[in-house]
């Protein structure tokens, strides 16, 4: 089966704009996690999302901020740039039990310039 | 979630066993231990995970001590393939969703 899609792979984007990240999960899967990965700080939980209802939210300013459709297909938004928030961000999916295992895509590499 | 610790970088001749342990001495009674790995550049992998009985699949190997404070993962033959970070992550089992807290991992370098 196909796995966890993100598109776009590759964006720049100047400061103060906003951007939008998709996420395609596993067919079956209702559950999508966010997370941003940047040298310092390592891998970063944002959001879940489970049935369309944002349920866990890591430690992040409200410029991030997601969403996820009927279809379990979810997007990230990033809004007034900066420049720290260049990162690769990857989206999981899996069932949405906790705990369950976790499928990543190849992520989305954000530079912000 | 409790907190695990691993040791930042190991080395491993190819072909040799790479045996990577990690300490989760605060583990509670219903926590799984999982692992995953990060090849340079890709999304993280999901290799096993385990309760408290000793796991094997077609991946590696994950042996959890008695007491369950601490584990190690098995790479049985490693290759230059298996490059990566590795890390030990509790997940919170309270049906809390799927939020994994990643540590620094531990890096293993497997060397001709």
């Known amino acids: 089966k196909a796995g966890v899609t993100q598109t776009p792979r590759y964006l720049i984007k100047t400061r103060g704009q906003q951007v939008t990240l998709s996420c395609s999960p596993i067919?079956?899967?209702?559950?999508v996690s966010w997370y941003q990965q940047t040298p310092g700080q390592g891998l970063q939980f944002l959001f879940e999302?489970?049935?369309?209802?944002?349920?866990n939210k890591g430690n992040f300013p409200g410029r991030f901020s997601g969403r996820q459709f009927s279809n379990s297909r979810s997007e990230m938004n990033v809004s007034t740039l900066e420049l720290g928030d260049s990162a690769l961000y990857l989206c999981?999916?899996?069932?949405?039990?906790?705990?369950?295992?976790?499928?990543f895509g190849q992520g989305t590499r954000l530079t912000v310039v | 979630d409790a907190k695990t610790t691993q040791p930042p970088s190991m080395d491993c001749a190819e072909g040799r066993a790479a045996n990577l342990p990690c300490n989760h001495s605060?583990?509670?009674?219903?926590?799984?231990v999982y692992w995953y790995r990060q090849i340079h550049s890709q999304g993280p992998q999901y290799i096993i995970h385990?309760?408290?009985n000793n796991e094997t699949n077609e991946m590696a190997s994950l042996i959890i001590t008695e007491d369950r404070k601490s584990s190690t993962l098995i790479l049985p033959h490693a290759t230059l393939r298996d490059t990566a970070v590795y890390y030990c992550?509790?997940?919170?089992?309270?049906?809390?969703?799927?939020?994994?807290?990643f540590g620094g991992g531990t890096r293993l370098m497997v060397k001709p």
């Open positions: 605060t583990i509670s009674g219903n926590e799984y």
């Open positions: 067919s079956g899967h209702r559950s």
């Open positions: 385990g309760l408290k």
């Open positions: 999302y489970f049935s369309e209802t944002q349920r």
């Open positions: 999981a999916s899996s069932h949405g039990q906790g705990g369950t295992e976790a499928f």
């Open positions: 992550i509790l997940p919170p089992n309270n049906n809390a969703g799927n939020m994994l807290t």
